[in-house]
C-alpha cells in the first residue's frame, strides 16, 4: 500500500469507506463516531447499495486507521473502498 492509500485526502473528494451495517440507528452511531475524527468534516451515507458506502470528507489529511479504530470502538468495520 501506498501513503495515498492510508489516507483521506483533504477537499471535496474525500475517501469511500464500505460497512456491512445496515440498521439506521447503528449507521447514525456510526457516523458520529466518524465525526468526531480530528479533520472529518462531513460524512454522508448511502444504503442503496449492498455494502453500505460511507463517504468520508475532511479538511485536512485524516489516517484511515484513526477513522477505522473510531468505528471499532463501537462493534462496527469500515473498509476503504480500493481507488482501482
Not at 23 to 47: F, H, M, Q, R, Y
Not at 48 to 67: G, K, L, M, N, R
Amino acid at each position: 500500500m501506498s501513503f495515498i492509500d492510508d489516507i483521506v485526502i483533504p477537499g471535496d473528494k474525500g475517501r469511500t469507506f464500505m460497512t456491512s451495517v445496515s440498521d439506521p440507528e447503528e449507521l447514525s452511531k456510526l457516523k458520529n463516531a466518524v465525526l468526531k475524527v480530528n479533520g472529518v468534516t462531513d460524512v454522508s451515507i448511502n444504503t442503496e447499495v449492498f455494502p453500505t458506502e460511507v463517504h468520508v470528507i475532511a479538511d485536512v489529511v485524516v489516517d484511515v486507521e484513526s477513522i477505522e479504530n473510531e468505528v471499532n470502538g463501537l462493534g462496527f468495520h469500515l473498509l476503504p473502498k480500493s481507488n482501482l
